[in-house]
């Protein structure tokens, strides 16, 4: 069964600090993963996609890392600003089927809040 | 234009209203779909059509009926809804490309947040 866990459940960081959120998969085939932002009562925003090859991809202050051998990723924000407290979702596709094609696997979400 | 729209923002329903929600797109995409999203929980794929067609139905109660008139539009009508049904309710779309639905590649929109009391 498809499933992508992120880690931890929630965080609380002061202002200015760098944090990195997890998120591990165990969705196959593998075909891209992708992290979106999601403020609260509002629909989920792109930050970053990754796909089998590429191992880090940058978005401004948000950074993605993805291991495809040991199927984890992460996200790392640097300097973070208030404006980053929201939910961090990490969404892995399964290679589309000829004729088809799968559904996105989400993750549960960490919840970040960031404090002055 | 790269912006999915949903109407209303807020939509609060007694359990024996009927309502629509919508949503609407002009990227071009030939793929929509609805999700329902519970507080703290990822959001839970309901229905995807496939250039105006129902491609997939995840076993949605059918007090909830998707339509999708045409490429730019999908709703979602409500009926005899439960208090468990309130929920932050999401509309996506995506290319298809050569038949092919690219689930990977979905732009989301700001959502409705529904209340059924």
């Known amino acids: 069964k498809n499933q992508v866990e992120q880690s931890p459940q929630s965080l609380i960081i002061l202002e200015g600090k760098n944090c990195t959120l997890q998120?591990?998969?165990?969705?196959?085939?593998?075909?891209?993963l992708r992290w979106y932002k999601q403020d609260t009562g509002r629909g989920p925003v792109s930050l970053t996609i990754?796909?089998?090859?590429?191992n880090t991809k940058s978005n401004g202050r948000y950074t993605a890392t993805l291991d495809a051998d040991t199927k984890q990723s992460s996200l790392h924000i640097t300097a973070s600003q208030l404006s980053d407290s929201a939910s961090y979702i990490c969404?892995?596709?399964?290679?589309?089927?000829?004729?088809?094609?799968?559904?996105?696997?989400f993750g549960t979400g960490t919840q970040l809040k960031v404090e002055l | 234009d790269t912006e999915v729209t949903q109407t209303p923002k807020h939509l609060v329903m007694g359990m024996t209203n009927k309502k629509s929600l919508k949503c609407e797109q002009h990227?071009?995409?030939?793929?929509m779909y609805w999700y329902k999203q519970k507080a703290k929980k990822p959001p839970e794929l309901m229905f995807v059509?496939?250039?105006?067609?129902?491609?997939i139905n995840e076993s949605v109660p059918s007090r909830f009926s998707p339509e999708c008139p045409n490429s730019s539009l999908l709703n979602l009508h409500l009926h005899a809804l439960q208090p468990e049904d309130s929920a932050l309710y999401l509309c996506?779309?995506?290319?298809?490309?050569?038949?092919?639905?690219?689930?990977?590649?979905?732009?989301f929109g700001p959502g409705t947040r529904l209340t059924v009391l």
């Open positions: 996506a779309s995506s290319q298809v490309v050569r038949t092919v639905v690219s689930y990977n590649e979905q732009f």
């Open positions: 998120c591990n998969y165990t969705v196959s085939p593998f075909s891209n």
């Open positions: 990754m796909t089998f090859s590429e």
């Open positions: 969404v892995v596709s399964a290679t589309r089927l000829t004729g088809g094609g799968n559904k996105l696997t």
């Open positions: 990227m071009g995409h030939r793929a």
């Open positions: 059509y496939s250039y105006e067609k129902l491609s």
